[in-house]
């Protein structure tokens, strides 16, 4: 039993989705409680990215919902799944940081500005206020000398630590983090998850994608693991890890260990 | 030798002016109106899109001089009378907006579509979102075809001196009619319409170098 007595601040509830003829999600359940952080695990092609984009609604799914902070998202709560305002879903969007595999900074806006846009030109926050707070997110992530820097003149760990500020910037309910490392040299790939790490161990709501597996089980609170659409398994990193009850998640550690030798 | 081109100059130099007229009239309408089409084609509902686009491969498919022709020789029929400068400056317009419409669609399409994904994530929408992350990055994209398109444009105005709108060709006919000089004549219009382009040019280099970010 969580502590918490409210629900949870993400929660899926039979979430079903299809490209086309092919089954990419099917029928998930999972719950995000506040201040917890989720590890998404998983072989490629099994529907992370794709549950991850449905959570910030940047994809539509077909069955099931998804409720931030009990709020249903992208479709009315009057039950006729009608597809809510573009402007409601662009606030319930603000109110999840995304973070991408690519980066996916604004190449044509300083670091500073990046991580300001949001603050200012959706929250309206005076713009003297909103860089005060994205020096301090920078100084954070260890870039608070490279304000006037564009995102081209960065490496990609750089660039990836101030997709997270820009995220943290409009002080979001919970983070989500779609494989974050995978595009970056290995040597990058230690400062992002320390960003990471210290941003969990401040109580962030967190849902990671990842396949650094040591770091799933150090700073996860819950893993899950998914294959072909479904949550095959889920519980702590101990467990999930030592202890893998099912035949594919068994599989799937076997595959790994083998290939990066864990 | 060249006497006839400095004896001429005042009316070239007026011609010229004609011309430099024609042209940003016509570049600034074409400009806004193949802005309206590419958002009709990108975003619109999918009947007026359709419209949007059927129009557009006609306006490709038909040669400038025969649009001229149309406006001077058939719209006399329907009642309706313009005056040929306006009358050029409309079919100029809508001629080159759909080569705008073509550049400023590609522009937009070819942002990358982790950049709308990063927008919206943040919580853009709309207008918005298409000011602040996708306008000033597909304005870098579209700027090179852009001026060429423009370039295109200052030049076919020499086209609407044959319905008999008097700009830089047209006046360098007319001297050349007075004076038999032809080559002095044509080579001094030349060397304008090369000035005019020229000067487009440079500024679109300008422009890119002003827009452009490190990648
Ligand atoms: N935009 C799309 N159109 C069609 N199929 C897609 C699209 N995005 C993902 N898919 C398919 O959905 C499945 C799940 O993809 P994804 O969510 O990216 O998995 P993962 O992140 O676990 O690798 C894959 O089979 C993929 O090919
Ligand atoms: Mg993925």
Redesign the interface.
Known sequence: MSIESGRAAIELRGVSKRFGSVQVLNRVDLDVHRGKAVVLIGPSGSGKTTLLRCMNFLEEFEEGEIRIDGEPLGYSDDGTRRRRPEREIARQRAALGMVFQSFNLFPHMTVLANVTVGPVRIKGLPRSEAEAVARELLDRVGLGHKLDAYPGQLSGGQQQRVAIARALAMKPKAMLFDEVTSALDPELVGEVLAVMRQLAESGMTMVIVTHEMAFARDAADQVVFMSGGSIVEAGPPDQLFHAPQTERLQAFLRHFREGYRL | MFDVVFRSWPLLLAATGETVLLSVASGLLATLLGILLALGQLFAARALRYLVEVWLYVMRGVPLLVLLFAMYYALPYTGIDLSPRVGGILVLSTYFSAFMAEIFRSAVLAV?K??W??????????W?LMR??IV??AL?LASASYVNTMIMLVKGTSLVSIIGLWELTLAGRQIVERTLASFQVFGAVALIYFVLCYGLSLAGRYLEKRFS???
């Open positions: 990358p982790g950049q994904d990063a927008a919206r994530g943040i919580g853009f929408h709309g918005r602040e992350v000033p990055q870098r970010y490190v990648h």
